[in-house]
Every structure is written in structure tokens, then in C-alpha cells.
């Protein structure tokens, strides 16, 4: 599918996955000094400052700005940031929160009434399998409580998902920018609440340059520069060619960990990602070959079966 797009395209693609999954390891950098709730607080502040006196206010409820924003901001992050320092290594991180594609077609079926599809089933099958293999090897890359956590924030996504589609269709920039505003204060109580000034001021303090490099990746990197290209890309292909790429943010994830972080990559850790990116594969896939094969037949009634 990528081969239908023009290589410059591809290669824009290719960089918003590689930035999105390389996330982990430079959430994990910039843990080395920062507690979680403070990391993820300073995230959506400078998703905010300055890019909200730029940007538009999006054309809808601001129920649905302060939903995202909590949801993504103190659900998702929060509940990540805090798997990632300590509970469950980056690389693995970046294959389980993937499960929001489950979630989100639950949640689907849930509030709107979609059926589910035979599709959908083998991939949730296969997803879980792998998730049970994750599960079955606790050791010192994952813990149960790391797992949990980050299967949480994989909720926490989807249900941000079903606010954003309840929107309709918006500029996923200014959406992100406008619904920060309501990921700050929730974030701010809470580490004020569980972390302790001292060790916010102690974190802060401590702060280098690569750290403050990792709240920038974070703010402009993976949420306005990835949101902004991600959205190009999609107004100007059909979203069955683009969304497949998204398959490789758990592979950018996993080898970032591995090749900078020295994560080690035994083969249970490999059958676990093969199966949930499978998973994934057919879920993402399966919708747009059965759509070529109908194409192919209806162009051609020999070949429709019989």
C-alpha cells in the first residue's frame, strides 16, 4: 500500500512513525531526572505555550476540548509516564498501549452499535495471545502493575478516541493544542498530590539539557509536528493507505529500546510482538484487501466466486 504513495510522502509518514515510536525511549530519558506527573504536566504546557496564540480554536463543544485533554493528558500520559518509570521497559510499552485499537473497537460497539466483525475477533485473538505471553514473563522489562498500568492508559486512548470521533472532522492540531489547556491542571493536582513539591522542585532543579530536549520532543515533536503531518498525509490519501504505517510505531518502539536503551530482545519478547502486530495487521488490513478483492471481482464477473 505504502507503493501507491510518492516517496517524499512515504518518507514524511515514515518519520511521524519513527517519532512516535522512539517516544518511549525519550519518555524514559527524560524520567532520568523529572517525576512522571511533572514530565507529563510540562508536556502538555508546551503543547499549549506558545502555539495556542497561533492556532484556532477548533469548532467544537468545549465538553469535548476538556474530555480529550483529561483523557489524553492525566489518563493516557499520566498513567504511561508513570508504567515507564520503573514498571515496564519503554520498548514493551510502546507494543502494549497499542491495545487501544481494541478498546476503541469495543467502545465502538459499546456506544454506537457497530458489530463486530470475524475480522476483528482473530485479531483481538491474537492480540491477547499475545498479551498473555507478555504477561506469563514477569521479570525485571515488565511487571504486573507496569502492565496494568499501561493496559489503562491503552483505555484511556481509545476512550479519547470516541470524544475526538463525536467531534467529527476537525484540524487535529488546533484539537490537541485547545484540549491541553485541560490536561495541565488535573496533572498539576495530581503531582502536587502524589509526587510532593519538594521532589517537583528536586526534579526541576536537577533538569539538564537532555531532559528539557525530551519534554520538547514531547510537545513538539510527537504531538504537533506528528499530528500536523499525520493530518497532511491524510487529506491527501485515503486514510486505508496511510493508517497501515502506524503498524511500525511498536518496531521503532521495540528497536529504539533495544539499540539505545540495551533492552534485551529474548524470543518470547519477539512471538509477543509478532502476535500482537499481527493482531494489529488484520485488524488495520483485512478491511482493505477484502475491499480490493470486491473491486477486482466486480470489474471482472468470471472471476467472482461461484
Given at each position: 500500500m505504502p507503493g501507491a504513495l510518492p516517496l517524499?510522502?512515504?518518507?514524511l509518514a515514515l518519520a511521524v512513525v519513527a517519532v512516535w515510536g522512539t517516544n518511549f525511549v525519550v519518555i524514559r530519558v527524560g524520567l532520568s531526572h523529572l517525576p512522571p506527573l511533572t514530565f507529563a504536566t510540562l508536556r502538555f504546557a508546551f503543547a499549549v505555550v506558545p502555539a495556542i496564540a497561533f492556532v484556532k480554536r477548533p469548532a467544537v463543544p468545549w465538553r469535548h476540548l476538556a474530555a480529550y485533554g483529561v483523557l489524553i493528558g492525566a489518563?493516557?500520559?499520566?498513567?504511561l509516564f508513570i508504567a515507564i518509570n520503573g514498571f515496564i521497559s519503554p520498548g514493551l510499552a510502546s507494543l502494549v498501549v497499542q491495545a487501544q485499537v481494541f478498546f476503541t473497537i469495543g467502545l465502538s460497539m459499546a456506544l454506537n452499535g457497530e458489530r463486530v466483525r470475524l475480522y476483528q475477533v482473530v485479531a483481538l485473538l491474537l492480540a491477547c495471545a499475545g498479551l498473555a505471553v507478555i504477561a506469563s514473563h514477569v521479570d525485571a522489562s515488565t511487571t504486573p502493575l507496569g502492565l496494568g498500568l499501561v493496559l489503562l492508559a491503552a483505555a484511556c486512548w481509545a476512550a479519547g478516541n470516541m470524544v475526538a470521533k463525536a467531534s467529527g472532522r476537525v484540524n487535529m492540531v488546533a484539537y490537541?493544542?485547545?484540549s491541553?489547556?485541560?490536561?495541565?491542571p488535573p496533572l498539576v493536582a495530581l503531582s502536587l498530590a502524589f509526587e510532593?513539591?519538594?521532589?517537583?522542585?528536586h526534579g526541576l532543579a536537577a533538569a539538564g539539557p537532555e531532559t528539557w530536549a525530551a519534554v520538547l520532543w514531547q510537545s513538539v515533536g510527537?504531538?504537533?509536528f506528528g499530528y500536523a503531518a499525520w493530518g497532511w498525509l491524510l487529506a491527501r490519501h485515503p486514510a486505508a493507505t496511510i493508517t497501515p504505517m502506524a503498524l511500525l510505531i511498536p518496531v521503532f518502539g521495540l528497536g529504539a529500546s533495544a539499540?539505545?536503551?540495551?533492552?534485551?530482545?529474548?524470543?518470547?519478547?519477539l512471538a509477543a510482538t509478532a502476535l500482537v502486530v499481527g493482531g494489529l495487521a488484520i485488524g488495520l488490513l483485512w478491511p482493505r484487501l477484502s475491499g480490493l478483492r470486491e473491486g477486482r471481482a466486480a470489474a471482472d464477473p468470471a472471476s467472482a466466486p461461484r
Amino acid at each position: 500500500m505504502p507503493g501507491a504513495l510518492p516517496l517524499p510522502h512515504i518518507l514524511l509518514a515514515l518519520a511521524v512513525v519513527a517519532v512516535w515510536g522512539t517516544n518511549f525511549v525519550v519518555i524514559r530519558v527524560g524520567l532520568s531526572h523529572l517525576p512522571p506527573l511533572t514530565f507529563a504536566t510540562l508536556r502538555f504546557a508546551f503543547a499549549v505555550v506558545p502555539a495556542i496564540a497561533f492556532v484556532k480554536r477548533p469548532a467544537v463543544p468545549w465538553r469535548h476540548l476538556a474530555a480529550y485533554g483529561v483523557l489524553i493528558g492525566a489518563g493516557q500520559f499520566g498513567l504511561l509516564f508513570i508504567a515507564i518509570n520503573g514498571f515496564i521497559s519503554p520498548g514493551l510499552a510502546s507494543l502494549v498501549v497499542q491495545a487501544q485499537v481494541f478498546f476503541t473497537i469495543g467502545l465502538s460497539m459499546a456506544l454506537n452499535g457497530e458489530r463486530v466483525r470475524l475480522y476483528q475477533v482473530v485479531a483481538l485473538l491474537l492480540a491477547c495471545a499475545g498479551l498473555a505471553v507478555i504477561a506469563s514473563h514477569v521479570d525485571a522489562s515488565t511487571t504486573p502493575l507496569g502492565l496494568g498500568l499501561v493496559l489503562l492508559a491503552a483505555a484511556c486512548w481509545a476512550a479519547g478516541n470516541m470524544v475526538a470521533k463525536a467531534s467529527g472532522r476537525v484540524n487535529m492540531v488546533a484539537y490537541v493544542v485547545w484540549s491541553s489547556l485541560f490536561a495541565v491542571p488535573p496533572l498539576v493536582a495530581l503531582s502536587l498530590a502524589f509526587e510532593g513539591w519538594p521532589a517537583i522542585a528536586h526534579g526541576l532543579a536537577a533538569a539538564g539539557p537532555e531532559t528539557w530536549a525530551a519534554v520538547l520532543w514531547q510537545s513538539v515533536g510527537n504531538s504537533l509536528f506528528g499530528y500536523a503531518a499525520w493530518g497532511w498525509l491524510l487529506a491527501r490519501h485515503p486514510a486505508a493507505t496511510i493508517t497501515p504505517m502506524a503498524l511500525l510505531i511498536p518496531v521503532f518502539g521495540l528497536g529504539a529500546s533495544a539499540l539505545l536503551l540495551g533492552e534485551p530482545m529474548p524470543p518470547w519478547k519477539l512471538a509477543a510482538t509478532a502476535l500482537v502486530v499481527g493482531g494489529l495487521a488484520i485488524g488495520l488490513l483485512w478491511p482493505r484487501l477484502s475491499g480490493l478483492r470486491e473491486g477486482r471481482a466486480a470489474a471482472d464477473p468470471a472471476s467472482a466466486p461461484r
